[in-house]
């Protein structure tokens, strides 16, 4: 188990940067902090139902960080999403479903997140044994050209017979087609909350033209957390985004002629600095101030995994977020080996020194 000397220790030059900083824009006397009452302090007087409020408790009640208020969730829908030859190229033995789920459940993780195809192959062996999160959109990247859109792979009802706990989706904030995605995940979540399972929603960016001047903003604070902000305006109970990295967007898409969204100079003066806690917690604010919970993802794996899911993990902590959702960093490692980074990233939650800044 890490503790705070070995956090340090990964996290380098950047430890006091990190694990020092106390001043961020936005106080945390302002959010919703995750907490072991989470459920009952945020949704006891939401619309979701008992049922809806049950599958939650299970969720936050599940693994290691159980009754924490964190979460750590196993994700592996990259078969559709990268291809499976791409995918499990480094590790051959996730072509096979229990060994994702068995992955999981051995890690002590919250929740497992995958496919219909996945979790429907093991659901009679595992549903009971781990939280399951069927997603239920995908890209399947093989049209040729490759072109990027979420269509529905599979059905709420599907997902509830199996017995997952809840259902996830991705919607492409900023592209033409999110126009579709949008009512159409958000009719699919008021199903899941009708049968009693939550939703989880991830809130990706997806247009070219958020590429300006050799700077990438698919990632940028401002825009992201707009992307949160659509989110649980269509009760998603869980948002997951990506770590951002800049800030910016709405003012590179607004030089010259082009005109771009809305936004106000005290985003970025008051609300917001350049510091990576100040901009996932702009990421938290606009979950409702943390009343949904941020999980940020793991992102794709390199070559210094563990310490890039400790770095992230530590920045979702301080800023407010509710925990992270590793896939490709774990499974595309050796099995002990990837065992490892997960519970890395646990024992940042779990770590008593690492608190919201």
């Known amino acids: 188990m890490l503790d705070i000397s070995s956090i340090r220790q990964l996290l380098g030059a950047e430890a006091d940067t990190l694990l ?34 049950k599958s939650l408790a299970d969720l936050y009640a599940h693994g290691r960080l159980g009754n924490t208020g964190y979460l750590s969730i196993f994700p592996v829908d990259q078969g559709i999403e990268h291809s499976a030859g791409a995918s499990f190229a480094k ?49 399947d990247f093989l049209r040729y050209p490759n072109d990027y859109d979420q269509t529905m792979f599979s059905s709420v009802e599907q997902a509830y017979h199996m017995g997952a706990k809840g259902v ?11 126009k579709r995605q949008l009512p159409e995940v958000s009719a699919a979540f008021a199903e899941a909350h009708r049968r009693g399972m939550f939703t989880v929603l991830w809130c990706y960016l997806r247009n070219g033209g958020f590429k300006v001047d050799g700077v990438d903003y698919h990632n940028a604070a401002d825009l992201t957390g707009q992307a949160n902000h ?14 951002p990295t800049n800030n910016g967007g709405y003012k590179a898409l607004n030089q010259g002629d082009k005109k771009y969204g809305k936004y106000d100079e005290r985003m970025y003066s008051e609300l917001c600095s350049e510091h990576p806690i100040d901009l996932c917690r702009y990421q938290v604010a ?12 793991g992102g794709e794996s390199g070559s210094n995994d563990l310490v890039d899911a400790v770095r992230t993990a530590v920045i979702n902590k301080r800023a407010g977020g509710s925990g992270l959702i590793v896939g490709r960093k774990a499974f595309q490692k050796p099995w002990d080996e990837g065992q490892q980074i997960v519970q890395a990233v646990q024992d940042v939650y779990l770590c008593p020194e690492i608190t919201v800044a």
């Not at 996830?168 to 999110?178: K, L, R």
């Not at 979950?287 to 940020?296: A, E, Q």
């Open 168 to 178: 996830g989706a991705t919607i492409y904030f900023g592209s033409v087609e999110s």
């Open 20 to 53: 020092n900083f106390s001043t961020p824009t936005i106080a945390k006397e302002r959010l919703h902090v995750p907490a072991p009452t989470h459920v009952a302090d945020v949704f006891s007087i939401s619309d979701r139902s008992t049922e809806v409020c």
């Open 230 to 243: 659509l989110g649980v305006t269509i009760e998603a109970d869980i948002i997951k985004q990506k770590l």
């Open 91 to 139: 590790n051959p033995d996730f072509f096979d479903p229990e060994n994702i789920v068995r992955f999981a459940v051995e890690a002590k993780c919250n929740a497992v997140a995958s496919t219909l195809g996945i979790l429907g192959m093991v659901s009679k062996r595992y549903s009971d044994a781990i939280p399951f999160i069927v997603k239920l959109n995908h890209n």
């Open 286 to 297: 606009n979950c409702y101030m943390g009343c949904i919970s941020l999980i940020n993802s």
